[in-house]
């Protein structure tokens, strides 16, 4: 078991930022391909982001590419996304999980693929 758990969410304006952190307990952190998901109410879960274990591999969704950031810690077992130029249409329940498997990032935009989640952050954002 890895327990995850999201913080950081909250209400923001439109173009306003939040920086999500997603805390991870164990000694094999930094041996996981994490990912950042979110789920709007009536949709699916879709992918947001994702960064190898070193830190060296990233890929994001176009819809966020170029707006948000991934990165990760491994000494502090934390995971990071910082969401600037935020829109209302990313308003959601925003996840982190993460897979012992050694995906290529490009391909790891399935929730499926992940064995571990956390509890889910709300972020809201108003027009």
């Known amino acids: 078991q890895v327990p995850l758990v999201e913080s950081g969410g909250g209400l923001v304006q439109a173009g306003g930022s939040l920086r999500l952190s997603c805390a991870a307990s164990?000694?094999?952190?930094?041996?996981?391909?994490m990912g950042w998901f979110r789920q709007a109410p009536g949709k699916e879960r879709e992918f947001v982001a994702t960064?190898?274990?070193?830190?060296?591999?990233?890929y994001y969704a176009d819809s966020v590419k170029g707006r948000f950031t991934i990165s990760r810690d491994n000494a502090k077992n934390t995971v990071y996304l910082q969401m600037n130029c935020l829109k209302p249409e990313d308003t959601a329940v925003y996840y982190c999980a993460a897979t012992p498997l050694s995906y290529r990032v490009e391909v790891a935009t399935t929730p499926s693929l992940y064995d571990y989640w956390g509890q889910g952050t709300q972020v809201t954002v108003s027009s």
């Open positions: 960064i190898s274990w070193s830190g060296g591999m990233i």
């Open positions: 164990g000694r094999t952190f930094n041996s996981y391909l």
